[in-house]
Structures are given as structure tokens and as C-alpha cells.
């Protein structure tokens, strides 16, 4: 019950332009991003699906392969502490954007973790049971872009 989303992203800059231009992903692109991102498991192709699909069943991955972003949503990558996120994950998206997002509304979690090209980190986890938020990096700002979404306001 409620909503859920486990999502990793890796992109080459803004996220958003990729999503908003997804295709169909190439199977073998998609297969390829869940071994890297889950070393150790085992990874069998269990047909199409949709980016709607942002919890999916445990042990589970749905991957879009899309050019310029590769979005995984799994369970497994998404931390309680999102400033922890592997060593591996970090390697996997360097030099590219990568953001984790993670929501469980039936407890009020909410977690996020975004690392800019250049390595800048920006993490925060608050859940209603703990009635406390964690943050990690500098504050940022934002203002309304000219489509409607947030754009970061850089000094």
C-alpha cells in the first residue's frame, strides 16, 4: 500500500531531457547496467516493462538503458543512509550525474542522494518516525525553470 519508488539514475548531466525522450531499451544495454550495478547476482532478462514500475517485487531490477541516462529501479540500491551508497555505484557513475531515490509513504521515509559530474555530493534522509532529517553537503538553491520543473541556481 502507498507509494514507493527505489530508483538509481545515472546520467550524462540533467536527468530529465533523457526521460522525457525514453525509447525502448536495448536488451542487452539493459542486461549489461544490472550486472554492473548488482556484481554477484544473478541477471535474467524477464521481458518489458515501464519506468512506472518504480518498486518493483524483492530481488527484482527494472532497468532503462536510454541514450544518456541509465535508470534502475531495485530495492537493493536504495539506502536508509543514501550518503553511504557503494563504492562501486560511485565508480559506475563517475563523471556523469547519479541520483538515488527512495520513498516508502505507508512509513514517511523519504531518501535522496545526488553526486554532480564533478563529484559534489548532496544527500538528505528524513523519515516521521525519527521526527528528524539528515543532510549532507551544502545547501542548494533553486527557482522555477521555464518548463515548470526546479532549476538549481548556481552562484
Known sequence: MGAKTALLAFADGDLRPALR???ASDPAEAEAAVRQALPGYEATPAGDSTLGVTWPPDDVTHVAAL???TVL?????VLDRPSELPEHLLRLGAGRRIVMHGMHSVVDGLCFHVVDPTGREQAARAAA????MRAMGPPRRFRPGPDGTLAEVTP
Not at 518516525?129 to 528528524?132: F, K, L, S, V
Request: proline residues 7%; glycine residues 6%.
Open 21 to 23: 525522450a525514453a525509447v
Open 129 to 132: 518516525y525519527e521526527q528528524a
Open 73 to 77: 529501479c531495485d530495492r537493493r540500491l
Open 67 to 69: 541514450p544518456g541516462a
